[in-house]
Nanobody
Framework: QVQLVESGGGLVQPGGSLRLSCAAS????????MGWYRQAPGKQRELVAR???????GYADSVKGRFTISRDNAKNTVYLQMNSLKPEDTAVYYC??????????WGQGTPVTVSS
């Protein structure tokens, strides 16, 4: 069955780091462009990073230079390395396909809280 399972979130102090993982199914990561999205309290879900099947990456201006998206096709997993975290990064983080005009059913997401 098609599914997306995010993990790796938690509570971290400003300036800290986390690595998020997204375990996908059905060879999704190798076939599709994938993205990381986040939804902060009271805000709409937004794209923060994406990676194409050829390895091209892109980032929202708010995270550029701090976040790195990568993938492991053999593990069918997408990662998001988050460094220099700020309180405004606090959100629930989700993964999904990118740029297709539709989404796979969303997973539960993994919450990230950046607070001192």
């Amino acid at each position: 069955q098609v599914q997306l399972v995010e993990s790796g979130g938690g509570l971290v102090q400003p300036g800290g780091s986390l690595r998020l993982s997204c375990a996908a199914s059905g060879s999704m990561v190798s076939i599709n462009a994938m993205g990381w999205y986040r939804q902060a309290p009271g805000k709409q879900r937004e794209l923060v990073a994406r990676i194409t099947s050829s390895g091209s990456t892109g980032y929202a201006d708010s995270v550029k230079g701090r976040f790195t998206i990568s993938r492991d096709n053999a593990k069918n997993t997408v990662y998001l390395q988050m460094n220099s975290l700020k309180p405004e990064d606090t959100a629930v983080y989700y993964c999904n396909i990118y740029g297709m005009g539709y989404f796979i059913s969303w997973g539960q997401g993994t919450p990230v809280t950046v607070s001192s």
